[in-house]
């Protein structure tokens, strides 16, 4: 099967997974064979690349490393846009039929906001020493119930 044919399934993908992840997320095709200008398709705009430009310094990376070849994915790793907004970031490892690496579908999910929430939230509930302790296994502990029973 022709790389063109390969990647015009995938193609269809782009939009779909973004649809699905929602707008706090960007979608992108790279075909390697051209690492300065590898980006054949994108949804989202994280980081303001666009159709022609080129593969990351982790992508770089993971082919360097030759990931593809013990794995058809790596996923959750940290990435952070140019302005430095934490993003959970994974790539799917394309290839041909004969098992020949072709190209890379990568998901950017931001996350920036959802780690401020949640400290937010930890410095409201202030438990963070306690909440690491089971009841069960401190002496002194509440337990809140309707009766004196509870």
Do not use: W
């Not at 980006?39 to 080129?54: E, H, T, Y």
């Not at 940290?78 to 004969?98: A, H, P, Q, V, W």
Request: charged share 25%; proline share 3%; hydrophobic share 35%.
């Amino acid at each position: 099967m022709k790389d063109s044919i390969i990647f015009s399934y995938y193609k269809q993908l782009v939009p779909f997974i973004h649809d699905i992840l929602g707008e706090d997320s960007e979608i992108l095709l790279h075909d390697i064979s051209s690492p300065d200008s590898s980006i054949v398709a994108l949804s989202g705009n994280l980081s303001n690349r666009k159709i022609g430009g080129p593969l990351t310094d982790m992508a770089l990376k993971q082919i360097k490393d030759k990931q593809y070849l013990t794995s058809n994915y790596s996923t959750n790793y940290k990435s952070y846009t140019t302005d430095g907004k934490l993003c959970r970031s994974s790539s799917y490892f394309i290839k041909d039929e004969n098992d020949t690496f072709v190209g890379m579908l990568c998901i950017n999910v931001l996350v920036s906001n959802l780690v401020e929430m949640r400290d937010t939230l930890d410095k409201m509930i202030k438990l963070d020493s306690v909440m690491a302790v089971k009841p069960e296994e401190t002496e002194e502990h509440e337990k809140l119930g309707q009766s004196i029973e509870d």
